[in-house]
Protein backbone atom coordinates (compact mmCIF):
# COMPACT_ATOMS: atom_id res chain seq x y z
CA UNK A 1 0.00 0.00 0.00
CA UNK A 2 0.68 4.04 -0.91
CA UNK A 3 1.91 6.16 1.58
CA UNK A 4 -0.35 8.44 -0.41
CA UNK A 5 -3.30 5.34 0.11
CA UNK A 6 -2.89 4.82 3.88
CA UNK A 7 -2.87 8.96 4.53
CA UNK A 8 -6.17 9.04 2.69
CA UNK A 9 -7.72 5.70 4.67
CA UNK A 10 -6.58 7.82 7.83
CA UNK A 11 -8.79 11.06 6.75
CA UNK A 12 -11.84 9.45 5.96
CA UNK A 13 -12.94 9.12 9.97
CA UNK A 14 -11.08 12.74 10.35
CA UNK A 15 -13.88 14.45 12.23
CA UNK A 16 -16.92 12.28 12.18
CA UNK A 17 -18.36 11.50 14.98
CA UNK A 18 -17.89 8.48 17.19
CA UNK A 19 -19.52 4.94 15.63
CA UNK A 20 -19.13 6.39 12.25
CA UNK A 21 -19.36 2.87 10.21
CA UNK A 22 -16.33 3.35 7.64
CA UNK A 23 -14.01 1.05 5.75
CA UNK A 24 -10.21 1.59 6.28
CA UNK A 25 -9.16 -1.38 4.46
CA UNK A 26 -9.05 -2.24 0.84
CA UNK A 27 -11.88 -4.77 -1.04
CA UNK A 28 -10.17 -7.95 -0.77
CA UNK A 29 -14.02 -9.53 -2.33
CA UNK A 30 -16.42 -9.05 -5.13
CA UNK A 31 -19.67 -9.85 -2.91
CA UNK A 32 -19.88 -10.76 0.80
CA UNK A 33 -20.37 -13.95 1.34
CA UNK A 34 -22.74 -14.72 4.56
CA UNK A 35 -22.04 -18.48 5.64
CA UNK A 36 -25.43 -18.88 8.15
CA UNK A 37 -25.46 -22.36 10.42
CA UNK A 38 -27.94 -22.77 12.73
CA UNK A 39 -27.48 -25.86 15.44
CA UNK A 40 -28.07 -27.82 18.20
CA UNK A 41 -27.13 -31.24 19.59
CA UNK A 42 -29.40 -33.38 17.52
CA UNK A 43 -29.94 -31.18 14.21
CA UNK A 44 -28.60 -28.56 11.77
CA UNK A 45 -29.27 -26.08 8.75
CA UNK A 46 -26.51 -24.57 7.04
CA UNK A 47 -27.39 -21.62 4.77
CA UNK A 48 -25.11 -19.32 2.63
CA UNK A 49 -26.00 -15.64 1.08
CA UNK A 50 -24.54 -13.34 -0.75
CA UNK A 51 -25.14 -9.18 -0.55
CA UNK A 52 -26.43 -9.30 -3.91
CA UNK A 53 -29.02 -11.35 -2.82
CA UNK A 54 -31.89 -10.69 0.11
CA UNK A 55 -30.68 -11.86 3.47
CA UNK A 56 -33.68 -13.02 5.86
CA UNK A 57 -32.33 -12.72 9.34
CA UNK A 58 -33.76 -15.30 11.78
CA UNK A 59 -34.06 -15.37 15.79
CA UNK A 60 -32.21 -18.02 17.25
CA UNK A 61 -34.74 -21.12 18.12
CA UNK A 62 -34.28 -21.86 21.97
CA UNK A 63 -31.68 -23.88 22.61
CA UNK A 64 -29.50 -23.26 19.32
CA UNK A 65 -26.60 -21.66 18.62
CA UNK A 66 -26.64 -19.36 15.18
CA UNK A 67 -23.69 -18.64 13.47
CA UNK A 68 -23.43 -16.01 10.62
CA UNK A 69 -19.85 -15.89 9.11
CA UNK A 70 -19.52 -13.01 7.27
CA UNK A 71 -16.65 -12.90 4.80
CA UNK A 72 -15.90 -9.33 3.17
CA UNK A 73 -16.13 -6.09 4.95
CA UNK A 74 -16.38 -2.92 2.41
CA UNK A 75 -20.60 -3.41 2.32
CA UNK A 76 -20.57 -0.89 5.33
CA UNK A 77 -24.59 -0.89 5.19
CA UNK A 78 -25.05 -4.45 5.42
CA UNK A 79 -22.70 -4.43 8.40
CA UNK A 80 -25.32 -1.33 9.74
CA UNK A 81 -28.18 -3.74 8.62
CA UNK A 82 -27.04 -6.59 11.03
CA UNK A 83 -26.00 -4.17 13.39
CA UNK A 84 -29.59 -2.89 13.56
CA UNK A 85 -31.27 -6.25 13.42
CA UNK A 86 -29.31 -8.01 16.19
CA UNK A 87 -28.87 -5.46 18.25
CA UNK A 88 -25.08 -4.44 17.93
CA UNK A 89 -23.49 -1.52 19.03
CA UNK A 90 -22.60 1.01 16.61
CA UNK A 91 -18.76 1.56 18.23
CA UNK A 92 -18.80 -2.09 17.96
CA UNK A 93 -19.86 -1.63 13.77
CA UNK A 94 -17.26 0.92 13.49
CA UNK A 95 -14.71 -1.49 15.25
CA UNK A 96 -15.09 -4.02 12.24
CA UNK A 97 -15.38 -1.70 9.36
CA UNK A 98 -11.79 -0.26 10.83
CA UNK A 99 -9.40 -2.79 9.98
CA UNK A 100 -6.50 -1.19 11.35
CA UNK A 101 -7.55 -1.91 14.79
CA UNK A 102 -5.20 -3.89 17.47
CA UNK A 103 -6.95 -6.92 19.19
CA UNK A 104 -8.76 -6.30 21.89
CA UNK A 105 -11.76 -7.56 24.15
CA UNK A 106 -14.63 -5.75 24.64
CA UNK A 107 -18.13 -6.69 27.10
CA UNK A 108 -21.07 -5.00 26.06
CA UNK A 109 -24.53 -5.42 28.06
CA UNK A 110 -26.19 -7.38 25.24
CA UNK A 111 -22.92 -9.14 23.98
CA UNK A 112 -19.03 -9.60 24.13
CA UNK A 113 -16.68 -8.58 21.17
CA UNK A 114 -13.46 -9.96 20.15
CA UNK A 115 -11.23 -8.63 17.41
CA UNK A 116 -7.31 -10.68 16.66
CA UNK A 117 -5.22 -10.67 14.28
CA UNK A 118 -5.09 -14.23 11.87
CA UNK A 119 -1.59 -14.47 9.77
CA UNK A 120 -0.50 -16.84 7.14
CA UNK A 121 2.89 -16.66 5.61
CA UNK A 122 3.70 -16.49 1.97
CA UNK A 123 7.02 -19.05 1.60
CA UNK A 124 7.79 -17.50 -2.05
CA UNK A 125 7.54 -13.92 -0.77
CA UNK A 126 8.68 -14.60 2.68
CA UNK A 127 5.96 -12.61 4.12
CA UNK A 128 4.07 -12.71 7.10
CA UNK A 129 0.11 -11.34 5.88
CA UNK A 130 -2.54 -9.91 8.20
CA UNK A 131 -5.86 -10.05 8.69
CA UNK A 132 -8.43 -8.39 10.98
CA UNK A 133 -10.98 -11.18 12.38
CA UNK A 134 -13.96 -9.87 14.37
CA UNK A 135 -16.40 -12.18 16.82
CA UNK A 136 -19.70 -10.72 18.53
CA UNK A 137 -21.63 -13.19 20.62
CA UNK A 138 -24.08 -13.42 23.17
CA UNK A 139 -26.50 -16.76 24.19
CA UNK A 140 -27.71 -18.44 20.95
CA UNK A 141 -25.70 -16.27 18.76
CA UNK A 142 -22.38 -15.85 17.33
CA UNK A 143 -21.44 -13.46 14.24
CA UNK A 144 -17.50 -13.81 12.75
CA UNK A 145 -16.09 -11.17 10.30
CA UNK A 146 -13.34 -11.89 8.26
CA UNK A 147 -11.71 -9.80 5.23
CA UNK A 148 -10.50 -12.23 2.83
CA UNK A 149 -12.73 -14.75 1.55
CA UNK A 150 -10.68 -17.67 2.24
CA UNK A 151 -12.30 -19.35 5.32
CA UNK A 152 -10.22 -19.92 7.77
CA UNK A 153 -12.71 -21.33 10.05
CA UNK A 154 -13.18 -24.28 7.81
CA UNK A 155 -11.87 -26.48 10.73
CA UNK A 156 -14.57 -25.35 13.27
CA UNK A 157 -17.30 -25.36 10.24
CA UNK A 158 -16.19 -29.11 9.46
CA UNK A 159 -16.44 -29.97 13.24
CA UNK A 160 -19.82 -28.58 13.43
CA UNK A 161 -21.89 -30.04 10.52
CA UNK A 162 -20.22 -33.47 11.70
CA UNK A 163 -21.23 -33.03 14.84
CA UNK A 164 -17.30 -33.74 16.12
CA UNK A 165 -16.24 -32.68 19.48
CA UNK A 166 -18.10 -30.97 21.58
CA UNK A 167 -19.42 -27.62 19.89
CA UNK A 168 -23.07 -28.91 18.67
CA UNK A 169 -23.47 -29.62 23.16
CA UNK A 170 -21.90 -26.69 23.49
CA UNK A 171 -23.50 -22.54 23.13
CA UNK A 172 -22.13 -19.57 21.45
CA UNK A 173 -19.24 -18.78 24.18
CA UNK A 174 -18.13 -22.58 23.34
CA UNK A 175 -17.98 -21.73 19.58
CA UNK A 176 -16.48 -18.16 20.06
CA UNK A 177 -13.59 -20.16 22.25
CA UNK A 178 -13.28 -22.94 19.14
CA UNK A 179 -12.28 -20.30 16.73
CA UNK A 180 -10.13 -17.88 18.77
CA UNK A 181 -8.17 -21.52 19.38
CA UNK A 182 -8.25 -22.11 15.50
CA UNK A 183 -6.39 -18.91 15.01
CA UNK A 184 -4.36 -19.29 17.55
CA UNK A 185 -3.07 -22.31 16.15
CA UNK A 186 -2.66 -21.36 12.78
CA UNK A 187 0.11 -18.67 14.68
CA UNK A 188 2.27 -21.96 15.16
CA UNK A 189 1.64 -22.77 11.36
CA UNK A 190 3.71 -19.49 10.51
CA UNK A 191 5.71 -19.85 12.92
CA UNK A 192 6.75 -23.12 11.67
CA UNK A 193 7.30 -22.24 8.50
CA UNK A 194 9.24 -19.13 9.16
CA UNK A 195 11.75 -21.62 11.02
CA UNK A 196 12.00 -23.61 7.66
CA UNK A 197 12.91 -20.56 6.10
CA UNK A 198 15.36 -20.09 8.57
CA UNK A 199 17.00 -23.14 8.40
CA UNK A 200 17.68 -22.81 5.17
CA UNK A 201 18.83 -19.49 5.20
CA UNK A 202 21.47 -20.29 7.75
CA UNK A 203 22.93 -23.06 5.88
CA UNK A 204 23.28 -20.71 3.15
CA UNK A 205 25.08 -18.45 5.48
CA UNK A 206 27.63 -21.10 6.57
CA UNK A 207 27.97 -22.25 2.67
CA UNK A 208 28.64 -18.72 1.25
CA UNK A 209 27.67 -15.52 3.01
CA UNK A 210 26.86 -12.64 0.98
CA UNK A 211 24.90 -9.42 0.75
CA UNK A 212 21.28 -10.85 0.05
CA UNK A 213 21.81 -13.14 3.04
CA UNK A 214 22.05 -10.12 5.44
CA UNK A 215 18.79 -8.77 3.62
CA UNK A 216 16.57 -11.32 3.99
CA UNK A 217 17.58 -12.21 7.96
CA UNK A 218 16.54 -7.98 8.36
CA UNK A 219 13.37 -9.05 6.33
CA UNK A 220 12.43 -11.57 8.31
CA UNK A 221 13.23 -9.60 11.22
CA UNK A 222 10.96 -7.13 10.12
CA UNK A 223 7.83 -10.10 9.69
CA UNK A 224 8.93 -10.94 13.04
CA UNK A 225 7.96 -7.02 14.58
CA UNK A 226 4.82 -7.24 12.87
CA UNK A 227 3.63 -10.83 14.42
CA UNK A 228 4.87 -9.36 17.59
CA UNK A 229 2.61 -6.44 17.53
CA UNK A 230 -0.26 -8.41 17.47
CA UNK A 231 0.62 -10.58 20.02
CA UNK A 232 0.99 -8.88 22.65
CA UNK A 233 -2.44 -7.41 22.56
CA UNK A 234 -3.98 -10.60 21.60
CA UNK A 235 -2.13 -12.41 25.15
CA UNK A 236 -4.03 -9.32 26.78
CA UNK A 237 -6.86 -9.67 25.26
CA UNK A 238 -7.35 -13.71 26.19
CA UNK A 239 -6.23 -13.04 29.14
CA UNK A 240 -9.73 -10.62 29.78
CA UNK A 241 -11.74 -13.26 28.13
CA UNK A 242 -10.35 -16.25 30.11
CA UNK A 243 -11.10 -13.66 33.83
CA UNK A 244 -14.72 -12.56 32.84
CA UNK A 245 -17.73 -12.74 35.26
CA UNK A 246 -19.82 -11.85 32.05
CA UNK A 247 -23.40 -13.69 31.89
CA UNK A 248 -22.45 -14.73 28.23
CA UNK A 249 -19.58 -16.70 28.96
CA UNK A 250 -20.60 -19.80 30.95
CA UNK A 251 -18.34 -20.60 33.45
CA UNK A 252 -17.14 -24.27 32.43
CA UNK A 253 -16.02 -22.73 28.79
CA UNK A 254 -12.99 -20.34 30.82
CA UNK A 255 -11.18 -23.38 31.76
CA UNK A 256 -10.51 -23.81 27.70
CA UNK A 257 -9.98 -19.99 27.14
CA UNK A 258 -7.21 -20.25 29.69
CA UNK A 259 -5.82 -23.43 27.76
CA UNK A 260 -5.82 -20.68 24.86
CA UNK A 261 -4.05 -18.23 26.65
CA UNK A 262 -1.48 -20.29 27.47
CA UNK A 263 -0.71 -21.20 24.07
CA UNK A 264 -0.37 -17.28 23.67
CA UNK A 265 2.58 -17.47 26.14
CA UNK A 266 4.34 -19.83 23.52
CA UNK A 267 3.89 -18.17 20.54
CA UNK A 268 5.39 -15.39 22.20
CA UNK A 269 8.39 -17.17 23.42
CA UNK A 270 8.53 -18.48 19.81
CA UNK A 271 8.02 -14.98 19.13
CA UNK A 272 11.39 -14.03 21.17
CA UNK A 273 13.18 -17.17 20.18
CA UNK A 274 13.07 -16.55 15.94
CA UNK A 275 14.10 -13.08 16.85
CA UNK A 276 16.73 -14.21 19.16
CA UNK A 277 18.10 -16.91 16.19
CA UNK A 278 18.07 -13.99 13.85
CA UNK A 279 20.07 -12.19 16.00
CA UNK A 280 22.66 -14.84 16.29
CA UNK A 281 22.22 -15.10 12.56
CA UNK A 282 23.05 -11.35 11.93
CA UNK A 283 26.47 -11.80 14.70
CA UNK A 284 27.42 -14.84 12.09
CA UNK A 285 27.05 -13.51 9.05
CA UNK A 286 29.46 -10.26 10.41
CA UNK A 287 31.97 -13.14 11.71
CA UNK A 288 31.97 -15.05 8.22
CA UNK A 289 32.52 -12.07 6.95
CA UNK A 290 34.98 -11.09 9.12
CA UNK A 291 36.89 -14.06 9.07
CA UNK A 292 37.06 -14.34 5.41
CA UNK A 293 38.50 -10.55 5.45
CA UNK A 294 41.28 -12.11 7.71
CA UNK A 295 41.98 -15.22 5.30
CA UNK A 296 42.43 -13.09 2.52
CA UNK A 297 44.72 -10.36 5.07
CA UNK A 298 46.46 -13.61 6.28
CA UNK A 299 47.39 -14.51 2.95
CA UNK A 300 48.54 -11.46 1.78
CA UNK A 301 50.40 -10.52 4.82
CA UNK A 302 52.24 -13.72 3.96
CA UNK A 303 53.27 -12.81 0.30
CA UNK A 304 54.31 -9.57 1.98
CA UNK A 305 56.47 -10.53 4.36
CA UNK A 306 57.89 -13.39 2.00
CA UNK A 307 59.00 -10.75 -0.22
CA UNK A 308 60.38 -7.92 1.77
CA UNK A 309 63.73 -9.62 1.66
CA UNK A 310 63.63 -10.58 -1.87
CA UNK A 311 62.90 -6.78 -2.71
CA UNK A 312 65.75 -5.75 -0.50
CA UNK A 313 68.42 -7.94 -1.93
CA UNK A 314 66.82 -6.91 -5.61
CA UNK A 315 66.99 -3.38 -4.67
CA UNK A 316 70.51 -4.12 -3.28
CA UNK A 317 72.11 -4.92 -6.32
CA UNK A 318 70.12 -2.53 -8.60
CA UNK A 319 71.62 0.01 -6.99
CA UNK A 320 73.57 1.91 -9.77
CA UNK A 321 77.12 1.78 -7.80
CA UNK A 322 79.95 1.04 -9.92
CA UNK A 323 81.75 -0.94 -6.99
CA UNK A 324 79.75 -3.65 -5.83
CA UNK A 325 82.09 -6.81 -4.51
CA UNK A 326 80.06 -9.00 -6.10
CA UNK A 327 79.27 -7.51 -9.23
CA UNK A 328 82.53 -9.33 -11.12
CA UNK A 329 81.75 -12.67 -10.08
CA UNK A 330 81.07 -15.07 -12.69
CA UNK A 331 78.04 -17.15 -10.78
CA UNK A 332 76.97 -14.25 -8.78
CA UNK A 333 73.31 -13.88 -10.65
CA UNK A 334 72.95 -17.45 -9.90
CA UNK A 335 74.15 -17.29 -6.48
CA UNK A 336 71.60 -14.31 -5.49
CA UNK A 337 68.74 -16.50 -7.14
CA UNK A 338 69.47 -19.65 -5.10
CA UNK A 339 69.29 -17.13 -2.06
CA UNK A 340 66.33 -15.94 -3.02
CA UNK A 341 64.98 -19.10 -3.37
CA UNK A 342 66.40 -20.56 -0.01
CA UNK A 343 64.70 -17.53 1.92
CA UNK A 344 61.58 -18.02 -0.19
CA UNK A 345 61.57 -21.40 1.39
CA UNK A 346 62.93 -21.20 4.84
CA UNK A 347 59.61 -18.50 5.44
CA UNK A 348 57.28 -20.61 4.20
CA UNK A 349 58.65 -23.87 6.09
CA UNK A 350 58.66 -21.36 9.68
CA UNK A 351 55.20 -19.96 8.83
CA UNK A 352 54.04 -23.50 8.47
CA UNK A 353 55.81 -24.61 12.05
CA UNK A 354 53.75 -21.68 13.63
CA UNK A 355 50.73 -22.79 11.96
CA UNK A 356 49.83 -19.15 10.40
CA UNK A 357 49.16 -20.88 7.06
Aim: aromatic letters at 10%.
Amino acid sequence: MHKKERQQRKRKKVGLPPGSVIFTGSQKVEEVVIHHLQYDEKEIEDHTFDNQSEITFQPSREEQVDWYDMRGLHDTNLLESIGKTFEIHSLILEDIADVRQRPKFEEYEKGIFVIVRAFTFDKVEKKVKGEQIAVYFREGLLISFQENESDLFAPVRSRVQAGRGKVRSKGADYLAYALLDNIIDNYFVVFDEIQDVMENLEEKLLDNPNSSIKGEIHHLKKELLVVRKSISPLREAISQFSKTDSLHVEENTTIYLRDVYDHTIQIMDLNETQRDILNGMQDLYISEISFKMNQVMQVLTIITTIFVPLSFLAGLYGMNFEKIPELKYENGYFVLLGVMFLIFVGSLIFFKKKKWF
